[in-house]
């Protein structure tokens, strides 16, 4: 596992190495943010015993969401969240086969009861993860609601001093 120095606040799992190349995407926001985090992978079919113990013991660690990145049948957010009363954000990764609408479907179909917040397929998802993320501890974290509103100022002043496409 790796950590941020303070106790992190944010868990980012994903069920394969191979999903890094795009969770790395919410981790970056995390720490352009300055929101300490950690990083795993855990597999829910390949590592269940690690996901029932990641899970369980979420909220006493003091995660206050976890972003959840998985590919093709990706139960893995949906587990998580049936273990934890922790927030799960689901990321559907980018498939081979199917190019994440099998991701998609799996993590966005939940049936009622147990519900998982479902991003954008692949890069874009997981960024915007991490930016969810940020506004639910910005209702109680000054620094984190000032970070956040400062990468959405930059993020407007970029389009509006770049509005001429030829240029
Ligand atoms: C899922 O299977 C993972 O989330 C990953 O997206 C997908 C493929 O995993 P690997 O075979 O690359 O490890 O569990």
Redo the contacts with the bound molecule.
């Keep these: 596992m790796s950590a941020s120095p303070a106790s992190p606040l944010v868990g980012v799992v ?6 890094w190349e ?1 969770m790395q995407h919410a981790v970056q926001k995390l720490e352009a943010l300055g929101i300490a985090h950690e990083v795993r992978v855990v ?4 590592t269940p015993d690690v996901l029932f113990e990641y899970a369980a013991t979420a909220q006493a660690r003091g995660l206050r969401a976890i972003i959840a ?8 957010p949906g587990m998580l969240a049936a273990k934890t009363a922790v927030p799960v954000l689901g990321v559907p ?1 980018q ?2 086969a199917l190019n994440g609408m099998d ?1 998609l479907l799996s993590i966005v179909q939940m049936p009622a009861g147990i519900p998982v917040a479902t991003f954008a397929i692949g890069q874009a998802g997981a960024a915007n993860a991490a930016l969810f993320a940020a506004a639910m501890l910005a209702n109680d974290q000054s620094a984190v609601a000032a970070a956040l509103a400062a990468f959405r100022q930059r993020q407007t002043d970029e389009v509006a001093g770049a509005d001429d496409p030829r240029r």
């Design positions: 994903m069920g394969s190495r191979s999903d795009t597999s829910a079919h390949r990145g998985a590919g093709g049948a990706a139960h893995l990764v498939s081979r991701s």
